[in-house]
């Protein structure tokens, strides 16, 4: 009977993932473990175990009366933004400090690089940004530190959240030639210029997000994020 709920939580917690990361259920939304129980014809206490878990991920959060989608702010943004940068720039310190990548994980991210390139060529933005995650998850475990990795994965379905609303204006063809300016320093031997390159990046992902916020035509953050839950469902 365990084994049983622990598989039904877990296809809850993807089902309602999956409505978060695409805006189906959009910020600051009430969600109903009945109606979702409804909707996955199981019972309310596997829904529970997986909003819980979504809570202790950072996307969900508990009302007095009621659970919701953690509403996403231009504060937000810029917040993840600033630890994502304090949490890869710490991780290049570690990298470089220990002779650099090796030669086995300076294969991987160039692989995931290359998936990136692929999918943005191809125009397949979700397939494009699984491959940006495993690069940045990859540069983070390089660093061999398990409680910066574990602060990261924290971070990680935020952030993903997030990179969606880029797909209103896309350049990901850039993010794809500063991974590989990454990748280069790295195996360089200079830790400025790496430090410089990841930051330049992630620096970079930052005006990118300005851009589209502040756009003149955007009609703010909510309007971005329906935009954004349309061209997902086109």
Request: include cysteine; charged fraction near 25%; hydrophobic fraction near 45%.
């Amino acid at each position: 009977m365990a084994r049983k709920r622990t598989a039904a939580a877990k296809v809850a917690y993807e089902v309602i993932l999956e409505k978060i990361l695409s805006f189906d259920v959009p910020p600051g939304a009430t969600i109903s473990d009945s109606q979702l129980a409804e909707e996955l014809k199981m019972s309310r206490t596997p829904v529970r175990e997986a909003m819980v878990r979504l809570t202790v991920e950072g996307l969900i959060e508990q009302g007095e009366s009621s659970m919701f989608v953690k509403p996403m702010t231009a504060t937000d943004i810029r917040e993840l933004l600033e630890v994502r940068d304090a949490l890869e720039s710490k991780a290049v310190e570690l990298i470089m400090a220990t002779g650099g990548v090796s030669a086995e994980n300076r294969a991987q991210l160039l692989y995931w690089n290359d998936q990136m390139r692929h999918h943005v060529e191809h125009n397949n933005f979700a397939l494009n940004f699984q491959a940006d995650d495993q690069f940045h998850r990859l540069l983070i475990s390089c660093a061999d530190n398990s409680r910066l990795n574990e602060y990261a994965n924290q971070l990680r379905l935020q952030i993903h959240r997030v990179r969606w609303l880029t797909i209103i204006q896309p350049d990901y063809l850039s993010s794809v030639e500063e991974h590989q300016a990454i990748i280069d320093a790295l195996g360089g031997g200079d830790t400025v210029a790496a430090l410089e390159a990841i930051k330049a990046h992630i620096r970079h992902a930052s005006e990118n997000f300005h851009a589209v916020i502040h756009d003149e035509h955007s009609g703010g953050l909510m309007k971005l994020i329906t935009q954004a839950a349309l061209t997902l469902g086109q």
